[in-house]
């Protein structure tokens, strides 16, 4: 057992060591510039939330039967916004530093990955602007928060294989970009981030049936159940059969397979296509 | 006779062109509708063989475009062997070019950290060799500037002085003497003095012959792909320069 770990720090001593050096690097080249240095990664969630807030909470009235509505709809955008992040920096990632790539052999994973760490870090910050939040409106917290860790892990890995795929994909088709773009905006409006999915479901069950077996809307609602407001309608109150609300589980492992599976038989060429 | 560090059989690399290469979605959903296009390959390496016993100073000589950086670039593992087999028997640091990974936008010190992870260094280790890497580059005073206000031969310096503290037992070096005055050149050629003391096989790329005279103990000689001289600095280095006046 203890060889077995001696291996592992052998093994990943590497690839660790690089990815620190690029994490810190990327946080540094980041903020430096900028007056308001860190405080950037929570003003952009806070001001897409202010927009969203005034005109679907005030003007529209959406969310008038869930309790701490402006919490859940940060949290979504929090969420949402990490998702997009990590896919979207790892996209041209492989191709932005090219350079680094034909000149020493790393293992590719490792940009992709620091990428992940890089947003992930940045969505513990957004966290703590969502728990000042709850500390202002006097959210009640409950038991089933302990569920929150599980769903992060579901969600980083999501993002994260999605990433694998789509830098990769984007070192073959550099249109790639453009797509991803539109993807994400029309992705964005087929989650339940700024509706209430209970809206929906009132409409056309179908289709609320339909939206919640994608798994960003999966993770984004149990998130928002266990955390803000039992009123967050989720899987297990639109389907009754255990099958079917594994289904989202399922595919974030089906994509993280195929998508490791993917980066891997393209790494051996990022160098010379990248 | 003990096993050879470096063993390379029957290497050939082809490499895509890349005009004929699609490169977006749309090319590709176009193409469909059309003839495919025969894709031409260009044999960067062709049925390369040979072996590096351990300790030894090889050297690799050829006209520009020939192949010698591909070969190289394969014993780095950053490119793939299009056919046959590389093995690599220990740990292998290559200097395809000094100061890996600099940011301009970054500080001197910011920068040797980077370097540093790259070349497998820990921050803790880096922290142990730090004011020993910024006395050998004699830049103790502008280690908090950022890298885009130092000129060339500063960061050549802080690269180089990096460099030399890699742990390696085969370094692979492509041309790194090419930068740097006269004093730096100096520089190099004595640390290359203390790593053939030492027990560290290296290759090194160059068109320098008098280097490669002095330091080699074998050299190949590349010519359109292939290896077509094998033996000693001096009669490879001899056979180059002719090679160099036939064209």
């Known amino acids: 057992m203890r060889e077995l770990f001696a291996r592992i720090r052998v093994r990943y001593r590497y690839p ?46 959406l969310g008038a039967g869930i309790p701490y ?60 602007v969502i728990t000042l939040f709850m500390l202002l409106l006097s959210v009640p917290l409950r038991l089933e928060v302990m569920w929150l860790p599980f769903l992060f ?6 993002a994260v294989s999605v990433a694998f795929f789509v830098s990769a994909l984007y070192v073959r088709f550099r249109d790639l970009d453009y ?52 009123q967050a309608l989720t899987i297990s109150q639109l389907y009754d059969s255990a099958w079917i609300r594994a289904v989202p589980i399922g595919i974030t492992v089906a994509v993280s397979v195929a998508s490791v599976a993917y980066f891997r038989r393209r790494s051996a060429s990022f160098a010379e296509e990248a | 006779m003990t096993e050879p560090i470096v063993e390379v059989r029957s290497l050939s690399k082809d490499f895509l062109l890349p005009h004929l290469r699609q490169t977006t ?25 040979f072996d590096i016993p351990r300790g030894e100073f090889l050297g690799v000589v050829g006209r520009n475009g020939s192949g010698k950086s591909t070969l190289l670039m394969i014993l780095a593992g ?46 803790a280790e880096v922290d142990e060799m730090y004011d020993d890497i910024v006395a050998f580059a004699e830049l103790e005073e502008s280690m908090d500037q950022k890298l885009k206000n130092y000129s060339s031969g500063m960061k050549v310096r802080i690269a180089f002085s990096l460099a030399t503290r890699a742990k390696a037992e085969v370094l692979l070096i492509d041309e790194v ?21 030492s027990d560290t096989t290296i290759v090194l790329v160059s068109h320098d012959m008098d280097a490669v005279r002095e330091f080699c103990d074998r050299v190949l000689l ?5 290896i077509v001289a094998e033996g000693s600095a001096d009669v490879v280095a001899t056979r180059y320069t002719e090679l160099l006046g036939e064209a």
């Open chain 1, 16 to 61: 660790l060591i690089i990815m620190r050096a690029m994490v810190i690097a990327d946080f540094k080249l980041r903020y430096q510039a900028s007056f308001l240095g860190y405080l950037w990664t929570l003003l952009r969630p806070l001001a897409i939330f202010s927009i969203l807030y005034v005109v679907f909470v005030r003007f529209l009235r």
């Open chain 1, 69 to 128: 509505y402006p919490v859940y709809l940060l949290f979504g955008i929090v969420i949402w916004g990490f998702f997009t992040e990590t896919t979207s920096q790892a996209l041209v990632a492989l191709v932005k530093r090219a350079d680094l790539l034909r000149k020493i052999a790393f293992p590719r994973y490792v940009v992709v990955v620091s990428i992940g760490a890089a947003t992930f870090i940045s969505f513990c910050l957004n966290l703590l």
């Open chain 1, 153 to 158: 892990l579901e969600l980083a890995v999501l």
């Open chain 1, 179 to 230: 797509i991803w773009e539109v993807t994400m905006e029309a992705a964005f409006f087929l989650t339940p981030i700024v509706y209430p999915l209970a809206l929906v479901n009132d409409q056309n069950p179908t289709a609320a049936r339909i939206l919640i077996l994608n798994p960003m809307a999966q993770i984004i609602q149990d998130a928002r159940y266990v955390l803000v407001s039992d």
């Open chain 2, 25 to 49: 979605l749309k090319g590709r959903a176009l193409r469909l509708f059309r003839q495919a296009r025969t894709i031409e390959l260009q044999h960067a390496l062709r049925d390369i063989t």
């Open chain 2, 78 to 123: 950053i490119y793939a062997p299009t056919r046959g087999t590389v093995a690599v028997r220990g740990k292998l640091v290559p200097f395809i070019e000094l100061g890996v990974g600099f940011h301009p936008e970054l500080t001197g010190r910011e920068n040797v950290y980077l370097n540093g992870a790259l070349l497998g260094f820990s921050r």
């Open chain 2, 177 to 197: 003497l090419a930068v740097g005055d006269a004093t730096f050149q100096r520089k190099c050629f004595e640390h290359f003095r203390t790593l053939k003391k």
């Open chain 2, 222 to 226: 590349i010519d359109d792909s292939r």
